[in-house]
Nanobody
């Protein structure tokens, strides 16, 4: 089985920074897209940033210029560097990875348990 574990969340003041990490473990042949999502109370889960295996990045408009997604293809880790945080960034942040386990099967999405980010004003 594949497990994703996020870390790095916490409480930070507005204007501050945090870096989230998400490490995948288990029987992994290859990881394709990696993504970070967030869900605020009473809101739907939304895509924040994603990165392909070839390092092509895409961001939600509200985080462009403030957040940077990166990945380690050897260790199967996704990172999200978050700068200039504001209270609207407060949410539970999840990572997701498209993982291929064997050559006989396609990839499927796996999710972490989430890490809380709280930004105080």
């Amino acid at each position: 089985q594949v497990q994703l574990v996020e870390s790095g969340g916490g409480l930070v003041q507005a204007g501050g920074s945090l870096e989230l990490s998400c490490a995948a473990s288990g029987s992994i042949l290859r990881v394709y897209n990696m993504g970070w999502y967030r869900q605020a109370p009473g809101q739907q889960r939304e895509l924040v940033a994603q990165i392909t295996r070839g390092q092509v990045r895409d961001y939600q408009d509200s985080v462009k210029g403030r957040f940077t997604i990166s990945r380690d293809n050897v260790m199967n880790i996704a990172y999200l560097q978050m700068n200039s945080l504001n209270p609207e960034d407060t949410a539970l942040y999840y990572c997701s990875m498209d993982v291929q386990i064997t050559d006989r099967e396609g990839s499927q999405a796996y999710w972490g348990q989430g890490t809380q980010v709280t930004v105080s004003s």
